[in-house]
């Protein structure tokens, strides 16, 4: 089995959803492939139009903006399961995991458009997501991340997802890695 482990902190190894998503992926079991989206690139206008070009219509410098892209929707669609670390930054998403979103959405490679509405191409897997706050609870109103990433990912066919939450980690770091933790225990590899 091959594991798709995705990191969006900035805070590298002090990072709680890094712990996290190393916990589900020993917990999992299988090769783990980890993609570190610190160093993603922003989409911008020129991005855009190289990925609503045609892919034989694409020039060279169109093939080179939509490389990067073209990598990560490789990994999302060679795993057999996805991790993704999500801490909750601002009640939103980080900027490293908002790139990686923006990358991996692309019409005809993981969704297209269809009368009856966009159609994901992404074949079904399991999702897990590693969720790290410093007081919000997840799925709370203030907590905008959760659903965000939920609505993404099933647009691009993925829906079967769950949710392990360390929650008050301001409060108490270790009292929720080990909630979280408990979590983690109930996976079924």
Same mark, same amino acid.
């Given at each position: 089995?091959?594991?798709?482990?995705?990191?969006?902190?900035?805070?590298?190894?002090?990072?709680?959803?890094?712990?996290?998503?190393?916990?589900?992926?020993?917990?999992?079991?299988?090769?783990?492939?980890?993609?570190?989206?610190?160093?993603?690139?922003?989409?911008?206008?020129?991005?855009?139009?190289?990925?609503?070009?045609?892919?034989?219509?694409?020039?060279?410098?169109?093939?080179?903006? =939509?490389?990067?892209?073209?990598?990560?929707? %490789? *990994?999302?669609? /060679?795993?057999? @399961?996805?991790?993704?670390?999500?801490?909750?930054?601002?009640?939103?998403?980080?900027?490293?995991?908002?790139?990686?979103?923006?990358?991996?959405?692309?019409?005809?490679?993981?969704?297209?458009?269809?009368?009856?509405?966009?159609?994901?191409?992404?074949?079904?897997?399991?999702?897990?997501?590693?969720?790290?706050?410093?007081?919000?609870?997840?799925?709370?109103?203030?907590?905008?991340?959760?659903?965000?990433?939920?609505?993404?990912?099933?647009?691009?066919? =993925?829906?079967?997802?769950?949710?392990?939450? %360390? *929650?008050?980690? /301001?409060?108490? @770091?270790?009292?929720?890695?080990?909630?979280?933790?408990?979590?983690?225990?109930?996976?079924?590899?």
């Amino acid at each position: 089995m091959s594991i798709l482990r995705i990191d969006s902190s900035i805070k590298g190894d002090a990072s709680v959803t890094r712990k996290l998503t190393g916990m589900i992926c020993e917990k999992l079991g299988g090769d783990v492939v980890t993609r570190d989206t610190s160093n993603l690139s922003l989409i911008d206008g020129a991005w855009l139009g190289a990925a609503y070009t045609p892919a034989e219509n694409r020039t060279a410098e169109q093939k080179e903006l =939509l490389k990067v892209s073209d990598e990560l929707i %490789a *990994e999302i669609k /060679a795993a057999d @399961e996805i991790v993704i670390g999500m801490p909750l930054y601002n009640f939103g998403v980080t900027g490293p995991l908002k790139a990686w979103v923006d990358m991996i959405c692309r019409v005809g490679e993981t969704f297209r458009y269809t009368e009856a509405g966009p159609e994901g191409l992404v074949n079904p897997k399991r999702v897990f997501v590693a969720y790290a706050s410093g007081g919000v609870p997840q799925g709370s109103g203030y907590d905008l991340a959760s659903s965000y990433l939920k609505q993404v990912l099933a647009f691009i066919g =993925l829906t079967d997802v769950t949710f392990i939450s %360390a *929650e008050g980690v /301001a409060m108490g @770091e270790a009292e929720a890695l080990a909630k979280a933790e408990e979590q983690i225990k109930g996976l079924a590899a």
